[in-house]
């Protein structure tokens, strides 16, 4: 395959987040007097945004617009003070990284993070390398899978769409390469199942982060 760039989703693709995640929203939800969750559901409740972030993990009975709103509120307050507690790029990351540079593809991230902490996090704990954008949910930014961010990155790097590898861990990271005219990658080792990355349209699976400089 003669791919000229790599677009990454973040969480649960280059850093495993789920346990600062699950420890800042159960935070949250304590001082609303609502119950915690399980770090294990967190994996299905992330993904699309902190709006759906919130819907999904308050009782259905609350999930009314003031009770969403503040429930973000806290999660970012909580999520400022541990984001980076036990957060770290998963086995292999830094090798995949390295070889991406050396054979001299450009290299991406568009996440459904706010894109203040999406900036955060790639630029403390991914500082070794050189991302030729970095982009979360932000004013103008869609959050995926609409495909605008995805094609906004390949604008403003320079790289047609269709020469795009996307890697990325769930069925809205395959749904946006889908539309954007990227090949889906899915990363099995992150936070969704290989049957989901299949089912919505992942070309190909990998289970390590090294597995996809074999197919540049």
């Known amino acids: 395959m003669n791919y000229q760039a ?29 119950p915690g969750h399980r ?19 308050l009782p259905e009975d609350r999930r009314d617009e003031p009770t969403v709103a503040r429930c973000v509120e806290l999660l970012r307050e909580e999520y400022a003070n541990r984001w980076n507690v036990k957060t770290r790029p998963y086995d292999g990351v830094a090798e995949m990284l390295n070889g991406l540079t050396a054979r001299g593809l450009a290299m991406a991230v568009l996440s459904n993070k706010p894109d203040d ?14 991302f030729n954008m970095v982009q979360g949910v932000a004013d103008g930014f869609a959050p995926k899978p609409d495909p605008a961010g995805a ?18 861990d769930t ?32 070309k190909t699976l990998i289970n390590h982060p090294t597995d996809l400089l074999e197919l540049i």
């Open 6 to 34: 790599v677009l990454f989703d973040l969480d649960g693709t280059l850093l495993d987040t789920i346990d600062d995640l699950a420890d800042s929203m159960n935070a949250a939800l304590e001082q609303l007097g609502f």
């Open 39 to 57: 770090v294990g559901k967190y994996r299905f409740f992330v993904g699309d945004g902190v709006d759906t972030f919130a819907r999904r993990v």
């Open 117 to 130: 902490s999406t900036k955060l996090c790639v630029a403390n704990l991914l500082s070794n390398w050189r």
């Open 151 to 168: 094609l906004k990155v390949a604008e403003t790097i320079g790289i047609a769409p269709g020469e795009f590898l996307y890697l990325g």
């Open 171 to 202: 069925n809205t990271d395959m749904k946006t390469a889908k539309a954007a005219g990227m090949y889906p990658v899915g990363a099995t080792w992150g936070f969704r199942p290989a049957d989901e990355l299949s089912a919505n349209g992942a």
